[in-house]
T-cell receptor
Framework: QKEVEQNSGPLSVPEGAIASLNCTYSDRGSQSFFWYRQYSGKSPELIMFIYSNGDKEDGRFTAQLNKASQYVSLLIRDSQPSDSATYLCAVNVITGKLIFGQGTTLQVKP | GAVVSQHPSWVICKSGTSVKIECRSL??????MFWYRQFPKKSLMLMAT?????????EQGVEKDKFLINHASLTLSTLTVTSAHPEDSSFYICSASWGQMGQPQHFGDGTRLSIL
């Protein structure tokens, strides 16, 4: 079982819709969870981080964490073509390292 | 805030050459820096973790003598690819974080290394 799992996609949504990206992790001791956006040929950019169960909102982005289910999600409201990218879920394990999922490719169609 | 600068952004060199990549945290003191490698359409692979003044901790399978890491100060870490060969061609990305474990990592722009 992979430590951090994401559906590779592509996830295709129309412009203006809500994009929902999901991630599961295996280490129950993980305490910190991150979403990064990576455009093709570029390095990852931090979008959101969440430490506690529940929702965390920042502009059009909402991160959701459910530690009991070992599940993290990212919602993007009012999706724009510029949101088209690969979204990486990352989980901080006890050693301090970040474990990344394979990433989900999001395509927002005008 | 949280700007990480990586230089150079692109390197093309001959096989057998050593290449040094710099990673600097511009507006914060990085207690820990990380070096990743990424192959096309793949996720990031952690190569090593470094802290200022300490020896780097390498991930299993990463050759320490091949990939030399120096973390000279709280704002600078370097990765030297020694005697590079075509199989070392890749996208190398550094990241930096501060404070306690669990803080976000902020990434540099990456270095695309091509060995001819």
């Amino acid at each position: 079982q992979k430590e951090v799992e994401q559906n590779s996609g592509p996830l295709s949504v129309p412009e203006g819709a809500i994009a929902s990206l999901n991630c599961t992790y295996s280490d129950r001791g993980s305490q910190s969870f991150f979403w990064y956006r990576q455009y093709s040929g570029k390095s990852p950019e931090l979008i959101m981080f969440i430490y506690s169960n529940g929702d965390k909102e920042d502009g059009r982005f909402t991160a959701q964490l459910n530690k009991a289910s070992q599940y993290v999600s990212l919602l993007i409201r009012d999706s724009q073509p510029s949101d088209s990218a690969t979204y990486l879920c990352a989980v901080n394990v006890i050693t301090g390292k970040l474990i990344f999922g394979q990433g989900t490719t999001l395509q927002v169609k005008p | 805030g949280a700007v990480v600068s990586q230089h150079p952004s692109w390197v093309i060199c001959k096989s057998g050459t050593s290449v040094k990549i710099e990673c600097r945290s511009l507006d914060f003191q990085a207690t820990t820096m990380f070096w990743y490698r990424q192959f096309p359409k793949k996720s990031l692979m952690l190569m090593a973790t470094s802290s200022e003044g300490s020896k780097a901790t390498y991930e299993q399978g990463v050759e320490k003598d091949k990939f030399l890491i120096n973390h000279a100060s709280l704002t600078l870490s370097t990765l030297t690819v020694t005697s590079a060969h075509p199989e070392d061609s890749s996208f190398y990305i550094c990241s930096a974080s501060w404070g306690q474990m669990g803080q976000p990592q902020h990434f540099g722009d990456g270095t695309r290394l091509s060995i001819l």
